[in-house]
């Protein structure tokens, strides 16, 4: 006997993220689900990202890592609000950890929740969390065939940190390549050339990003 | 890796059915996804098995509609069907190209029950 079923396996996952989506609606907050491989810069990233906007926004930070402290201790140290969800083997954040972890925060005192998800270019980009955006960071040491191996996070994210620009005069980076596969799977993606060890490109970033947070926060 | 979770989502879909259906065991789950979703058939299957012991799901084979990677090159205005995605138009050999299927996320079809 057949069964008809036609239902995503992420079904489930994609409802619980329509939840967390509608409280942050109602509280106005803005999210970002940032990915990237291990060591490609996101923890930088986003201790930049605080120094820059944090006189204008409350911020607040979920760190995802399988163990450890070590992300949410840099990020405590610039005194925002942090929750560390250590995934246990998981190889990425789901809707229902995001669930769990919200009653850690003052949600009416919350502007801006960055997500740093689990280092990991192909499993964060499947599931949602209830973010605005996805944000992604290639590192030049990686290289330039990424976008073209991993095609998924390219395809979902809205923006493209290509991270550790100073590097580029000692490793073999086809920047061109990497801009031009990036753009084929994603015509809409913001690509931002930076290096979040010198802040060099950064302002870019931040202005991009403040611009969205603020179109949301008028709706 | 994200098989595992992918397994279990699928599991548990199978006993949802399994209780409404009233079917005791599965043979075949039929599935789809891109060619290009970044899913191990095999992998899935290992994952699958292990934790489909004791439930309805117990035994059943994954059977994989993989459904194809396109582009759609504007250089030379073609749709071709790609392998992989290299960013240049197996054609021409242009780099205008964009991506236009190939990611579709993992869906269950339907199920072969008794």
Redesign the interface.
Known sequence: MKVKVVKKVLDANDRIAEENRKLFDQHKIFVINLMSSPGAGKTSLVEQTIKAIKNKYKIAVIEGDIQDTYDADRIAKLKIPVVQINTGGACHIDGNMIREALPSFDLNKIDLLIVENVGNLVCPAEFKIGENIKVMLLSTPEGADKPAKYPLMFQESAALLINKMDLISYIDFDLKKARRDSLSLNKKLKIFEVSCKTAEGLEAWIAWLTQRIDEFKKK | ??E???AE??I??ISN?AEH?G?KKVNIVF?SCGR???IESKTLQFAFDVQAKGTAAEGAVLEFQILPAM?HCFSCEKDLEVE????VCPSCGG?E???TA??E??????????
């Open positions: 890796m994200h595992l979770y992918l989502s699928i548990n879909i059915y259906n079917f599935l290009l979703s970044c582009i992989i995605h290299t960013g780099h190209v964009v991506l190939g990611t996320e993992l869906k269950i079809l339907e199920l072969d029950v008794d």
